[in-house]
DNA sequence: AAAAATTTTTAGATTTACCTAAAAATTTAA
DNA sequence: TTAAATTTTTAGGTAAATCTAAAAATTTTT
């Protein structure tokens, strides 16, 4: 049994293994709101516990029993957020911060039958995909909004960024998960991508366009 | 902000308080499952936290303070008991583990929703009193149902223990919340009572009388 | 009102998850 | 291919929540 913290670093460092081949203890540090020197300790300790494979100087990689630990956290985590979507009315900006809390609450049972409960959604509210018990799940096939060239259709299917702020402004513009979408120009200056959706126009800069994501419909 | 170590100190004192005036260490050390030594120490830092009053060998008392920290714990502890039982199908005897852990989860809005979410209940699955927002409940005029006399009647609206054993038993014997009763005989030799159901008369060793709680129709 | 039993507190350690400062290794740049 | 910059680790410490063993206070019994 791992306590909370070492349940993080696990998530953390799954998370990161994603990104980059090579996980490495500043980044960890960086998610983890905590100094370098911490982070080489908390490794050592999870290396000892066989959930990490760890070289010094090398950086870290999980384990097979480090990986499935990381990803029953992540499951929890997005289970959680479709409950304060679906049943309590949190908006999808509003979810991240408990979800923390409560993705480390001990209790197969309760996952799984909140899992029933929920009818097994695939994915969360910000299209990340929710692992079923076995700790399986599709690798998604997003492309990013910003690589899509003028005329390409799709729809919005997933963030690569969760920040409140972030959430919210898309929720103003009204691009929110399963909106359809049509890109009808790039501004050559700035970037800035309009899209066309079913009853209005909007203008998003390049920065929010790299972090919407896009099961498309097919390139132009 | 308090920890969940605190935060369990305080609901256990909160506890004690109501059944004895004088909340002593070892009683709390009992609780905690921990060591006399050790809860000497908690209080000490509950009291520099102003949240209790605390006298050398005289004992504990929670302050102001801490009793409305303590009622807000219970209340999140009950109303968690609550979602389990009605949304997930969990059984009476199943949830208190789930709940302790669920307790500490901070966050105001998530409480309110769920409150709202379970349709504002104000008892748990044992028939003890959910606190509402504001920390206020009726007080619950119970009485045992040892207490009652050959003839008397009432309706089963509480346990005072709440191990697995216990209300598994009272399970298997038809003896849940909102069971309308009648004492049809009490044994001299050993004081188990005879009790008259709906559908069915059943026979209850008086340890278990003293557990159950009854909302009394009137007496005989 | 002593003596005995019980309860509670203190003293001194341990473990977990941190920290800062300094040393060591690795990577990048000149 | 040295020198500089960056990354990572080690060394030594702190705070929270525990522990055991022993001392002190309180309560109960004789
Ligand atoms: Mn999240
Ligand atoms: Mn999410
Ligand atoms: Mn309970
Ligand atoms: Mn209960």
Redesign the pocket.
């Known amino acids: 049994m791992q ?4 349940e ?2 696990l998530k953390i460092i799954y998370h990161l293994a994603e990104k980059t081949t ?1 996980v ?4 960890i ?1 960086e998610q ?14 999870l290396a000892d516990k066989g959930l990490v494979d ?6 870290v990689t999980l384990t097979e029993t480090g990986r499935n630990a990381a990803i029953d956290i992540v499951r929890k985590h997005r289970l959680w957020e479709v409950f304060l979507v679906d049943k309590l009315n949190f908006k999808w900006d509003e979810v991240h911060d408990v979800a923390e809390e409560l993705e480390h609450i001990r209790s197969i049972e309760l996952i799984e039958r909140l899992d029933e409960f929920l009818g097994f959604p695939k994915a969360d509210p910000h299209g990340d995909p929710i692992p079923d018990k076995n700790g399986r799940f599709a690798k998604t096939q997003f492309i990013k909004l910003i690589e899509l060239k003028v005329g390409d259709t799709g729809t919005i299917t997933g963030v690569s960024q969760h920040s409140s702020a972030f959430l919210k402004h898309l929720e103003k513009l009204g691009l929110t998960l399963g909106k359809k979408i049509k890109i009808s120009d790039v501004t050559d200056f700035d970037g800035s991508v309009e899209i066309q959706l079913a009853d209005k126009q909007v203008n998003i800069s390049r920065e929010v366009a790299k972090h919407i994501l896009i099961s498309s419909n097919g390139k132009n």
């Open positions: 306590s909370y913290t070492e993080n670093y090579n490495q203890t500043n980044a540090a983890m709101q905590t100094k370098p020197a911490s982070v080489t300790d908390m490794i050592k300790k760890y070289v010094k100087y090398q950086g």
